[in-house]
């Protein structure tokens, strides 16, 4: 009996190690697809429908976007708006979050009310636009960034998880002194990190992302985040027309700028990831757990 538990046993665990292997290879394959099409030549693309590795290796996509200081001129404007909206949004998203945690809040379930009514119903892209225009915000920056302050399904998350914690803690800091102020910056936040580091990754996933508010609001081709002229940089490797144009040479083949585009504006996202992974996992299973 024991024999053959143990039997059974490793063929369920060689059956489970080859079915993740095989959910692996489906997940990983078409990235390699892209990052190897992004290098291959425009006979090898037509030649062949999926590509591993390619027989020649060249930069002409590559060298194709970074021609110009656009790229990096793009990258920088996303990265400083993806910095800046993560900030200010966890900062809205935080505040907001633990003040409706707190039971004695007043008109709390109204509050929160109003905020959940604004997940279902909303004034739509030419009202908002109105409203962006009206205080002043079109063609700047700020436009990509006070409009999505906060998201309430993130601001949910985090209140679930505060009212969570232990009430201990915060009584303990009330006796020693402390503010709610104090309870929220010493106390609640470092014990909610797993959370934040959650949330903060979602938001800054949104904003590096950012192109529909971009295109509405921005009129300046030098302010377009890289997922707006990324997008250009595609419409003329494909030999369409398009406005303001930013390269004028002829381009190399579509198929290979293309592909090199996605790993452009993918890398930066993949190169903070791993160093929130351990955080990320926590905090999306407590916050399911929690909810």
């Known amino acids: 009996m024991v024999g053959d538990k143990t039997i059974g046993s490793r063929v369920f665990g060689l059956i489970n190690g080859l079915a993740l292997v095989a959910f692996a290879l489906i997940t990983v394959l078409p990235f390699i697809h892209v990052f190897s099409s992004s290098f291959a ?3 090898e693309i037509a030649s062949k429908r999926f590509l591993l590795f390619p027989t ?9 976007i970074f021609s110009t200081d ?19 949004s966890m900062l809205i998203s935080v505040l907001t979050a633990y003040g ?17 009514f604004t997940m279902l119903f909303n004034g739509g892209m030419i009202p908002t636009f109105l409203v962006v225009k009206e205080t002043g915000l079109l063609n700047s920056l700020l436009a990509l960034i006070i409009p999505a302050s906060i998201n309430v399904f993130n601001m949910i998350i985090l209140k679930t998880f505060f009212q969570g914690l232990p009430d201990g803690l915060e009584e303990s800091a009330k006796i020693d002194g402390c503010n709610d102020v104090g309870i929220l910056f010493r106390i609640v936040i470092p014990c909610s990190m797993p959370a934040i580091a959650t949330i903060s990754l979602f938001y800054a996933v949104t904003y590096w992302n950012t192109y529909m508010h971009a295109i509405m609001y921005l009129n300046d081709a030098s302010k377009w985040p890289v997922q707006v002229l990324l997008r250009q940089i595609i419409v003329l490797a ?5 406005d303001n144009a930013v390269y004028t040479d002829v381009p190399p083949p579509a198929q290979s700028v293309k592909m090199a585009v996605i790993v452009v504006a993918t890398i930066p996202v993949l190169m903070v990831y791993p160093f929130l992974q351990k955080h990320f996992a926590k905090g999306a299973l407590l916050g399911s757990i929690k909810s």
């Open 56 to 64: 020649t290796f060249t930069l002409d996509a590559y060298r194709y």
């Open 41 to 43: 030549t425009s006979a």
């Open 70 to 88: 656009a790229v990096l001129r793009a990258m920088g404007v996303s990265i400083g708006i993806t910095a800046a909206g993560t900030l200010w």
């Open 100 to 116: 409706l945690s707190r039971k004695l809040l007043p008109g709390r379930q109204t509050i929160m009310f109003l905020f959940v």
């Open 238 to 242: 494909s030999g369409l027309n398009y």
